[in-house]
């Protein structure tokens, strides 16, 4: 009989809460060689190895673990770098508990925790960074044929690294001045450090992908040029509009969207202000609204920043909240309340304009809605105030129409997202192809990575003529 794994996953080191809260540098410090080999022992290599199935890349996870057990870190390297462009990105932000890892047949035992699938990702990835130095990938002769690419999200780069592995020319347009969208505006440096997006993405430029920065589409290019000079379109720009509660005194100084406050900080670095110079306001007491990953990377972003107080405010219990757990717990570590069941109804301000509180209401939980959570209701005269000097409303993004309305004959659905084949990213628009957030609304990037490699399959059989559904 097999002998049975350690029950738990190798402990990953991290700063400790009190000190980390000074500082953006990255919390979770990632394993040594001994301690992904002793990690990489607790997986059983199973025949059907159900934790592929759970990757939207389809990544060999027995393989590239069996590796890591076997001391043979570069062969481990190719197998993942096989599958996946961005693996020291995935490895640190991908809600494995969900994907891979929910899969993974030691996490079925009772009282055990899955194989840490992630953290033996990130590990090659990070050992590959400082043991190999020229990891060239011979290329296909150049086909000749030329793919446009809107938008460097984690969608965008991994079509336009699968493409040029398929031997095509390729050009991302992005409208920011750094490729990498939310990787690089959204997700803090504390959780992926910004050397490592511009690591992987300068692997992506080493594939001869050209990267033309603050190069919007629909302003700087138009999309008649785009559809005249390319054989094939992917677009994948994201879902970067954010939505507003549009509540009284919504333009009080001191009231953000999650986005601003995340651009200034993390792809501006306004927290090294004046260094770099774009300013912050740096709230002393900081009330953040609702309950997903974008809500804790705020949160988190602001107590670093120097607030005394980061109050999180949801609408729903602990129970219902979307954010990874992980970052919740990172979250409460670090000092950030939680108000469960509360929804600000009206911001107030000073006759300067500036912010000085939230006026709030409690909520109770009625019946499951159409996603089968429990409806959020206001309990009548429950209201109250929270002192704050800065709000950040972080509670969901939508589509920018600004580019898609310009795409003739393009379908869009009611939620104002593409319409594309779930299989092959093909839109209802001859040579145009779409995935990522923009085709599914805000999700994750390990599934817009999904999308961009289907897509990039079905591209390359377009143009070779063996696939082409607008007949
Ligand atoms: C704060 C935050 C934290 C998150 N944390 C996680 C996490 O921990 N784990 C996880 O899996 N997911 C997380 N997500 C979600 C994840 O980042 C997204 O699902 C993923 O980035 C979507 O990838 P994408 O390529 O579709 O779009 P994006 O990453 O949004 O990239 C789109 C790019 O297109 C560009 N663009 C837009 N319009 C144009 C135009 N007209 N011309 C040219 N370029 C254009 C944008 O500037 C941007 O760079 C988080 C999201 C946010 C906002
Ligand atoms: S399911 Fe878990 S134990 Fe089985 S091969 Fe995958 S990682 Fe290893």
């Excluded at 040029?225 to 549009?246: C, R, S």
């Excluded at 310009?406 to 145009?432: C, M, R």
């Amino acid at each position: 009989m097999a002998l049975k794994p350690p029950a738990k996953k190798v402990r990953m080191k991290e700063q400790e809460p009190q000190e980390r809260i000074h500082n953006f540098f990255e919390v979770a410090l990632g394993y040594s060689e001994r301690e992904a080999m002793e990690e990489a022992k607790r997986c059983l290599q199973c025949v059907h190895h159900p934790c592929v199935s759970g990757c939207p890349v389809g990544i060999d996870i027995p393989g590239f673990i069996k590796k890591i057990k076997e001391n043979r870190f570069y062969e481990a390297v190719k197998i993942l770098k096989y599958y996946n462009n961005l693996p020291a990105v995935c490895g640190r932000v991908c809600p494995q508990e969900t994907q891979c890892e929910a899969k993974c047949v030691v996490g079925k035992i009772p009282g055990s925790e899955p194989v840490a699938i992630g953290r033996l990702e990130r590990f090659v990835a990070d050992w590959e960074a400082v043991n190999v130095k020229d990891n060239q990938i011979e290329l296909p002769e150049n086909k000749n044929k030329k793919v446009a690419v809107i938008g460097s999200g984690p969608a965008g780069l991994t079509a336009a690294a699968d493409l040029a592995k398929q031997g095509y020319v390729v050009d991302v347009f992005e409208a920011l001045h750094k490729p990498g969208g939310v990787l690089v505006y959204g997700i803090p440096e504390f959780r992926l450090p910004k050397s490592i997006v511009d690591r992987e993405i300068a692997y992506i430029k080493s594939l001869s992908v050209r990267i033309l920065v603050n190069t919007p589409v629909g302003r700087a290019v138009t999309v008649e040029e785009l559809l005249q000079n390319y054989d094939a379109i992917f677009i994948g720009v994201g879902a970067g509009t954010p939505k507003f509660m549009n509540i009284p005194g919504t333009n009080l100084n001191g009231v953000y969207s999650a986005n601003e406050f995340l651009t200034r900080v993390n792809l501006m670095k306004a927290y090294l202000f004046p260094e770099f110079d774009t300013p912050i306001r740096k709230g002393k007491k900081v009330v953040v609204v609702g309950g997903g990953n974008v809500a804790m990377d705020a949160a988190r972003s602001a107590l670093r920043l120097g607030a005394q107080e980061v109050t999180v405010i949801y609408r729903r219990t602990e129970q219902e909240m979307p954010a990874r757990k992980e970052e919740y717990f990172h979250a409460v570590e670090e000092g950030v309340h939680f108000r469960w069941l509360t929804q600000p109804i009206e911001y107030l301000g000073d006759e300067k304009g500036t912010l000085i509180g939230v006026r709030c209401i409690t909520m109770e939980l009625g019946e499951p809605d159409k996603t089968g959570r429990r409806k959020p209701i206001p309990i009548e005269d429950s209201d109250f105030v929270i002192e704050a000097d800065t709000v950040v409303e972080a509670i969901g993004t939508d589509a920018n129409r600004f580019l898609l309305n310009q795409f003739k004959g393009l379908s869009i659905n009611k939620w104002g997202y593409i319409v594309a084949d779930e299989q092959t990213g093909a839109t209802t628009l001859k040579k145009v192809f779409a995935g990522g957030d923009i085709v599914t609304g805000a999700a994750t990037v390990i599934e817009a990575m999904g999308a961009g490699k289907k897509a990039a399959y079905w591209i390359g059989k377009y143009l070779e003529g063996e696939f082409n559904p607008w007949k």
